[in-house]
């Protein structure tokens, strides 16, 4: 266990020293701060437009934040064999991967925790009303975004950096969309497509139970079960995914 | 028991494009004994770094065994016990060196209090005392280098395996370098090194083991290390007839002429001073004398047409390991 968080906490310290991870921080920001100039053109809006723009910017920084860190983060280390004063210590691959895991997810949920903040200055700015269904709208897309950290690392065990970030972006827009497409394959496809539309959507990962925006701008209602149930599917998905990448990762020969 | 039994591995990589497979170690073995320092000598290509791979388990072999202290590679209890340095080290540029250090402990299993005093101690000993709080990104080549024999040495291993140790040293370093692994023999640690230069193996191996071309060419002593790298005289002379330096036959081992200067190699240093005094008596012109070493070239081509000579006629036999243990 101490060397999976030495390992964590080498890849979390790698992640904030790389400048990607400010770039994001400062765009998240800027975002954040336009809501302010933007809401007065939104009559009566005003509190909907900070949290809609804030809490979309949470989600899709923080995946292209782990998509762009988690990419480069375990090739490099094999390409420059930074990876062999590991590998050739009594650390399983494994453990390796776990410990590059929970790292990026430590990086991406600080950037998380930081664009929260500023959400939460603006809302306190504008005298905004703070509901629960915000924090857990944040708490999902932070989950979201650990579900993609998985995806991340597991191409990034045989694959190189342009085609992890390219696999891993298919991966992200399918899985946003992996429920809708399985609602109109059934409505509408044949045998085929059904059959194929369930597929893709138990073997993609299925974010749109991660989001809850909608009810959070609006001020709708939400069930605590569905919360607790994509925390159990984000905690089981993450684990299939990285048993994987492990399988992979485990014949791979460092030439 | 050996330290490391590498038994008749074999290795295979897939060419690029092609499916054909190209074989690049033909059954090689190894065996290194408690306490020695072990030379694998080799030119670039001849496998030295696949083998320690292999041994390390960063790569697998397509046949044979390799054995660490009696354990399986990748068994914890051999892994814990071995330190490495990689040939041209890459580590963490955003880590100083302390915390470098620190790292490769705890990735060890170090306990934090040890961990912390072994840490003072290898900073000193690769003398980056200065540079404790540095981060690697700024350090030269050669301080690399040091922090990297820093890394394998810090938890105090019985078996160090290092790939070109000296590689990117100058000479102060490399004077340093060869102190702490004499310092280490001294303590009884083994030592596996693989180096293509030859005055390196000379000043510390007890044994070397040559390879070519994926297979062990030659397991060399000590005496015939020191007798390999032991150069030869040649000597640069003007106006020396022919009838000169047919007197010399006895002395010299070979002549050449280019206008009117003539080079000689001399047989042994013993005959020196009576070629010069010869040369001398008989108005020819000494321009200069030097003491040629061999190359590591210069070796293998004497070694490697001895293999093909032996798989022209009889076949490469297998080392005896019970000889190469003898050494």
């Not at chain 2, 690029?16 to 290194?32: D, F």
């Amino acid at each position: 266990m101490r060397r999976v968080s030495s390992i964590a906490l080498n890849t979390f310290r790698e992640s904030v020293r790389e400048k990607l991870l400010f770039v994001a921080l400062i765009f998240g920001g800027i975002l954040t701060l336009s809501t302010y100039l933007l809401s007065p053109l939104a009559v009566g809006a005003k509190q909907k437009i900070v949290t809609d723009v804030s809490l979309a910017s949470i989600s899709i920084l923080g995946v292209l934040a782990a998509i762009f860190v988690g990419s480069t983060l375990v090739r490099k280390e094999v390409d420059k064999k930074a990876v062999f004063m590991v590998l050739t210590r009594p650390v399983s691959r494994l453990q390796y991967l776990i410990g590059k895991f929970i790292g990026v997810v430590m990086a991406i949920s600080l950037l998380v925790l930081v664009m929260t903040g500023f959400m939460v200055l603006m809302m306190l700015i504008g005298k905004a009303e703070f509901k629960p269904a915000l924090f857990v709208a944040v708490y999902l897309s932070a989950l979201e975004i650990t579900v993609m950290c998985s995806v991340v690392i597991f191409f990034s065990t045989f694959t190189t950096p342009v085609l992890t970030l390219l696999f891993s972006m298919c991966i992200f827009v399918a899985g946003s969309l992996s429920g809708d497409l399985l609602a109109f394959a059934q409505k509408f496809g044949g045998a085929f497509t059904r059959i194929m539309a369930r597929a893709f959507h138990y073997i993609l990962p299925n974010l749109g139970i991660f989001n809850l925006r909608h009810e959070a701008v609006h001020d709708l209602p939400f069930f605590g079960s569905d919360v607790a149930l994509a925390t159990l599917y984000a905690l089981v998905y993450c684990g299939v995914v990285l048993y994987f990448a492990y399988l992979i990762f485990r014949r791979r020969e460092f030439i | 028991m050996d330290v490391l039994a590498v038994d008749n591995i074999k290795k295979s990589f897939r060419r690029e494009i092609s499916l054909a497979r190209k074989e690049v170690l033909h059954g090689l073995s190894i065996y290194v004994n408690s306490g020695e320092i072990l030379g694998f000598l080799g030119p670039n290509g001849a496998g030295k770094t696949t083998t320690i791979k292999i041994i390390l388990g960063l790569i697998k072999p397509d046949s044979g065994e390799v054995k660490i202290f009696d354990h399986p590679v990748g068994d914890r209890r051999a892994m814990s016990r071995i330190g490495y340095l990689p040939e041209l080290p890459y580590f963490y540029p955003h880590l100083s060196l302390e915390e470098f250090l620190t790292f490769c402990g705890q990735m060890s299993g170090m306990e934090r209090r040890v961990l912390r005093h072994r840490v003072d101690e290898v900073i000193r000993l690769v003398e980056l005392a200065d540079h404790r709080y540095r981060r690697l990104k700024d350090f030269s080549k050669g301080m690399i280098q040091r922090a990297g024999l820093a890394q394998a040495v810090l938890h105090d291993p019985d078996l160090l395996i290092l790939d070109e140790p000296f590689s990117g040293l100058d000479p102060m370093g490399r004077i340093q370098v060869r102190d702490i692994l004499l310092g280490l023999k001294d303590r009884r640690k083994t030592i596996f090194f693989s180096s293509h230069i030859l005055p390196d193996m000379e000043a510390l191996c007890d044994r070397a083991c040559i390879i070519n071309e994926g297979t062990v060419v030659r397991w060399a002593s000590l005496d015939e290390l020191t007798r390999m790298g032991e150069g030869k005289i040649e000597v640069a002379t003007r106006y020396c007839g022919a009838d000169v330096l047919e007197d010399l036959t006895d002395y010299v081992e070979s002549t050449d002429s280019l206008g009117d200067e003539s080079f000689l190699v001399v047989k042994e240093q013993k005959y020196l001073r009576t070629v010069l005094m010869h040369l001398l008596n008989n108005g020819a012109e000494v321009l200069r004398v030097e003491n040629r070493h061999p190359s590591l070239e210069d070796v293998f081509i004497s070694e490697v047409s001895g293999v093909r000579k032996g798989r022209d006629g009889d076949g490469m036999k297998q080392p005896d390991r019970t000889l190469l243990q003898e050494g």
